[in-house]
């Protein structure tokens, strides 16, 4: 059984810094792309970023790119996320996402998100 | 900047076909698969079709769906209580190098 386990998920200022990890499981983790996504209070969906599964290509949407950093460690079947310059906008439960679909990076299996908040 | 947009909001009574229109751009649906979302309410989303028209296993047959040029729909036959939900389409979009969502549709179970 596919799990993904966000956690890191808190409470940091405005132009604070914060990491999210994902742990995964039920799958060979370094063989498939793997995504964050996040949705705001109220939202609706917005990819963040992904990277392949070997790491080497990473992708990012034009609003965090030069602030947040995506990254894994296959040998611990981890999924990272780090969040520099944090601002109000980016307050939003964040997903990870695997993509099983080989040649893909559309989402198959979600967890079950992680709440960050940016406030003062 | 890719827009893909959904309508905001369907309508249903029990026992009806419904569908969920998604229209895109030449870079992103035009170009690529469809895949679509369903998200109850306080859960995370649920992949419920991928590659334009495939259901994962356990997808009841009911969903379907289906994509013409630069649109896509998704249908729902035989509309239950159980379906009220958010649903989002998604493509990878060419031009951004990055997946774009469409803005979601509220689907209510009259």
């Known amino acids: 059984e596919v799990q993904l386990l966000e956690s890191g998920g808190t409470l940091v200022q405005p132009g604070g810094s914060l990491g999210l990890s994902c742990a995964a499981s039920g799958f060979t983790f370094s063989t498939y792309a793997m995504s964050w996504v996040r949705q705001a209070p109220g939202k609706g969906l917005e990819w963040v970023s992904t990277i392949s599964g070997g790491g080497g290509s990473a992708f990012y949407a034009d609003s965090v790119k030069g602030r947040f950093t995506i990254s894994r460690d296959n040998s611990k079947n981890t999924l990272y996320l780090r969040m520099n310059g944090l601002r109000a906008e980016d307050t939003a439960i964040y997903y990870c996402?695997?993509?099983?679909?080989?040649?893909?990076?559309?989402?198959?299996?979600w967890g079950q998100g992680a709440l960050v908040t940016v406030s003062s | 900047q890719s827009v893909v947009t959904q309508p905001p909001s369907a309508s249903g009574t029990p026992g009806q076909r419904v569908t969920i229109s998604c229209s895109g751009s030449?870079?992103?649906?035009?170009?690529?698969y469809v895949w679509w979302y369903q998200q109850l309410p306080g859960t995370a989303p649920k992949l419920l079709i991928?590659?334009?028209?495939q259901r994962p296993s356990g997808v009841p047959d009911r969903f379907s769906g289906s994509k013409s040029g630069t649109s896509a729909s998704l249908a729902i036959s035989g509309l239950r209580s159980e379906d009220e939900a958010d649903y989002y389409c998604?493509?990878?979009?060419?031009?951004?190098?990055?997946?774009?969502f469409g803005g979601g549709t509220k689907l209510t179970v009259l």
């Open positions: 996402a695997n993509s099983l679909d080989s040649g893909t990076y559309l989402f198959d299996y």
């Open positions: 998604a493509a990878w979009d060419d031009s951004l190098s990055g997946v774009v």
């Open positions: 030449s870079s992103d649906i035009g170009s690529n």
């Open positions: 991928y590659r334009n028209n």
